[in-house]
């Protein structure tokens, strides 16, 4: 656990040591808030509220999937890589190391969404809930944590920005996160179960109010999990093996 720490600790020094990393991750959700939350869902509490919970699966997508996946790629250009992965301690803790300091960026990247939230609109939750939802943004962290690692370690840093930015706005808008829940376009509705944003934005709904989520939704999630835990492990393996061959 105490690797793990320094490992986390580092990560984030690196990160605020380049502080548009930080506020980027935050912007585009703030962004979102105020120009599609605030004007359209703003003054009705139930609907402000299921919007709220979408940006927050927005901005968790969004720090993830570039942090980890642009991030990692940068980090396997530099001679530092390397020396790291010949100390004894194993990949373990820089694992769990750079996952920690990634949910803390993540955390983060909400308080620009929770602070529009709660100045401009009329949305409302009770303590209990808040409690769940911080939970369950560490629940769908999973998902896109591992797509982030998956481009990181599968692709060179000029190619991850590229399909990191490619796989970006497709995710967020087919899975209905810049729509109410059973109000988006009907080709979405159609293709959105089977995408991981759907299924974290509809856990999202749930812990904020009266949301039931559909199994179809949060089964594929869990496929999703599943299948990018194995394109993960792939990429760093091969990785690996093409360092030290």
């Known amino acids: 656990m105490k690797l793990t720490l320094v490992h986390a600790r580092y990560q984030l020094l690196e990160t605020v040591r380049i502080p548009i990393a930080v506020v980027g991750s935050a912007f585009f959700p703030a962004a979102a808030m105020l120009f599609f939350v605030v004007p359209f869902a703003g003054d009705d509490p139930t609907p ?10 927005f901005s968790v997508l969004s720090a993830n999937i ?12 530099q001679p530092w890589d390397p020396y790291l992965r010949t100390l004894p301690v194993g990949s373990a803790p820089r694992f ?44 769908i962290s999973v998902p ?42 009907g080709f979405i509705e159609v293709i959105a179960p089977y995408l991981p944003t759907r299924g974290a934005v509809e856990l999202m709904w749930a812990s904020v109010g009266d949301f039931r989520p559909d199994p179809l939704s949060v089964g594929m999630l869990a496929v999703w999990v599943a299948v990018l835990a194995a394109l993960a492990g792939w990429a760093y393996r091969r990785d690996e093996g093409r360092r030290f061959t």
């Open 144 to 185: 896109f944590t591992l797509m982030g690692l998956t481009i990181g370690y599968a692709l060179p840093s000029k190619a991850a920005i590229v399909v990191a930015q490619v796989l970006f706005f497709p995710l967020a808008f087919g899975g209905g996160l810049l729509s109410a829940p059973g109000q988006a376009p």
């Open 96 to 139: 769990a190391g750079r996952v920690l300091a990634g949910l803390l960026l993540s955390y983060f990247s909400l308080i620009p969404v929770l602070l529009i939230a709660a100045t401009l609109t009329e949305a409302r939750i009770s303590l209990p809930g808040f409690a769940l939802a911080a939970g369950t943004v560490a629940v």
């Open 48 to 57: 402000a509220t299921f919007a709220t919970a979408a940006m927050v699966t």
């Open 66 to 77: 570039f942090q980890y996946g642009v991030g990692v790629a940068e980090d396997r250009a």
